[in-house]
């Protein structure tokens, strides 16, 4: 079992940033694939980014490539979202996933193991 809990969301200017923190409870998190998803309203909820149990490859879509990195700290048990050049289409809920499968890029939501509570990100124009 593992226990998410997402932080750092909040509200910043296009171009700001933002970073999110993931931290997870449970001895095993070095051995999960962690990632970030986003639901904005009306909208299904969309992958954004993922990494390995290592932290040596990392996945995007590609609407944030170059401007969000994720990483991770095994010792802390937390994997991170750098956020850059944020724009208002990136206003959503970020969620925390974590999986047992390394899916890559193609990472469906429903097949996510566990998520975290969400956190809300707003980027004003």
């Known amino acids: 079992q593992v226990q998410l809990v997402e932080s750092g969301g909040g509200l910043v200017q296009a171009g700001g940033s933002l970073r999110l923190s993931c931290a997870a409870s449970g001895r095993t998190f070095s051995s999960y694939f962690m990632g970030w998803f986003r639901q904005a309203p009306g909208k299904e909820r969309e992958f954004v980014a993922a990494?390995?149990?290592?932290?040596?490859?990392?996945y995007y879509v590609g609407s944030v490539k170059g401007r969000f990195t994720i990483s991770r700290d095994n010792a802390k048990n937390t994997v991170y979202l750098q956020m850059n050049s944020l724009k208002p289409e990136d206003t959503a809920v970020y969620y925390c996933?974590?999986?047992?499968?390394?899916?890559?890029?193609?990472?469906?939501?429903?097949?996510?193991?566990?998520w975290g509570q969400g956190t809300q990100v707003t980027v004003s124009s």
């Open positions: 996933a974590a999986d047992r499968v390394n899916y890559g890029s193609s990472w469906p939501s429903v097949l996510v193991d566990y």
């Open positions: 990494i390995n149990w290592s932290g040596s490859s990392t």
